[in-house]
Nanobody
Framework: QVQLVESGGGLVQPGGSLRLSCAAS????????MGWYRQAPGKQRQLVAS???????NYADSVKGRFTISRDNAKNTVYLQMNRLEPEDTAVYYC???????????WGQGTQVTVSS
């Protein structure tokens, strides 16, 4: 089991930046690929970015070149740096291990990101 606490969301103007953090409890973090996901109103939750235990990353096409995922295993934390934000990025953002996400388990409360002028 893992507990996940996301933070760093807020209201930002188009073109702005935010950095999300996700603190994970438990020993599983260092052994797990981690992902950031988002769910906009009326839409399904989708994978935004993932990072494996070796630091390899993958991104959804819609965020490539704008978002960067990273992890600090010493702090059991995964980050999402979001630059050049667009109104379409407005959503609740969640982190999870990739495996737990596939099984729809152990989601945290998420953090709201709103991009609006």
């Amino acid at each position: 089991q893992v507990q996940l606490v996301e933070s760093g969301g807020g209201l930002v103007q188009p073109g702005g930046s935010l950095r999300l953090s996700c603190a994970a409890s438990g020993n599983i973090f260092r052994l797990s690929a981690m992902g950031w996901y988002r769910q906009a109103p009326g839409k399904q939750r989708q994978l935004v970015a993932s990072i494996n235990t070796g630091g390899g990353t993958n991104y959804a096409d819609s965020v490539k070149g704008r978002f960067t995922i990273s992890r600090d295993n010493a702090k059991n934390t995964v980050y999402l740096q979001m630059n050049r934000l667009e109104p379409e990025d407005t959503a609740v953002y969640y982190c999870n291990t990739v495996v737990f996400a596939l099984h729809n388990k152990y989601w945290g409360q998420g953090t709201q990101v709103t991009v609006s002028s």
